[in-house]
Antibody
Framework: QLQLQESGPGLVKPSETLSLTCTVS??????????WGWIRQAPGKGLEWTGS???????YYNPSLKSRVTISIDTSKNQISLKLTSVTAADTAVYYC???????????????WGKGTTVTVSS | EIVLTQSPGTLSLSPGERVTLSCRAS???????LAWYQQKPGQAPRLLIY???NRATGIPDRFSGSGSGADFTLTINRLEPEDFAVYYC????????FGQGTKLEIK
């Protein structure tokens, strides 16, 4: 059974870089059928896609966050990582890792989600 | 960016009733690439529907999706107590965006 587990610091200071890791178990991240990505949810708010990556390393980002986001993949460890620079209180959220089922081209919906990890931006 | 508008914001219904949730896109969604998710408090979202009308694995047949172009609906027949949650639509035809959600609460 595929499982995704997010990990990383729960508290980040303003202007610093948020770094999270998602470890995938029960399946290989090196598949041409899936994207792997991050979705966040601010307290009491809706869902916001951050970005996703293919096993080849091709990454796609939410245009509103693109200048601050980097997603990388380590197929040897079955992990993806998220880095978000220059964070502010507005980046406080639950960050979910999710698998995206790929359609031809750059199209995917998320079928498996991690439980999420809470990140608070505060001094 | 395609903006998805869900309506209503909140619905109060009783178990056993039928409900239809709406998701309207600011422009046509490519290939009807529209998904629906259910989220309960403190939990990750769960995929219900993809491709506008295809039920995900393990989803009961009381959930159904329909629509095309820019107008989509999620219908739940005979509401069960466990169906009271927040529902999000998501388009994946042009980048990826979510609606703001509809909260389904027990009357």
């Amino acid at each position: 059974q595929l499982q995704l587990q997010e990990s990383g610091p729960g508290l980040v200071k303003p202007s610093e870089t948020l770094s999270l890791t998602c470890t995938v178990s029960g399946g290989s991240i090196s598949s041409n059928s899936y994207y792997w990505g991050w979705i966040r949810q601010a307290p009491g708010k809706g869902l916001e896609w951050t970005g996703s990556i293919f096993y080849t390393g091709s990454a796609y980002y939410n245009p509103s966050l693109k200048s601050r986001v980097t997603i990388s993949i380590d197929t040897s460890k079955n992990q993806i990582s998220l880095k978000l620079t220059s964070v502010t209180a507005a980046d406080t959220a639950v960050y979910y890792c999710a698998r995206g089922v790929r359609h031809p081209g750059y199209h995917f919906y998320m079928d498996v989600w991690g439980k999420g990890t809470t990140v608070t931006v505060s001094s | 960016e395609i903006v998805l508008t869900q309506s209503p914001g909140t619905l109060s219904l009783s178990p056993g009733e039928r409900v239809t949730l709406s998701c309207r896109a600011s422009q046509s969604v490519t290939n009807n690439y529209l998904a629906w998710y259910q989220q309960k408090p403190g939990q990750a979202p769960r995929l219900l529907i993809y491709g506008a009308s295809n039920r995900a694995t393990g989803i009961p047949d009381r959930f159904s999706g329909s629509g095309s172009g820019a107008d989509f609906t999620l219908t739940i027949n005979r509401l069960e107590p466990e169906d009271f949650a927040v529902y999000y639509c998501q388009q994946y035809g042009t980048s990826l965006t979510f609606g703001q959600g509809t909260k389904l609460e027990i009357k």
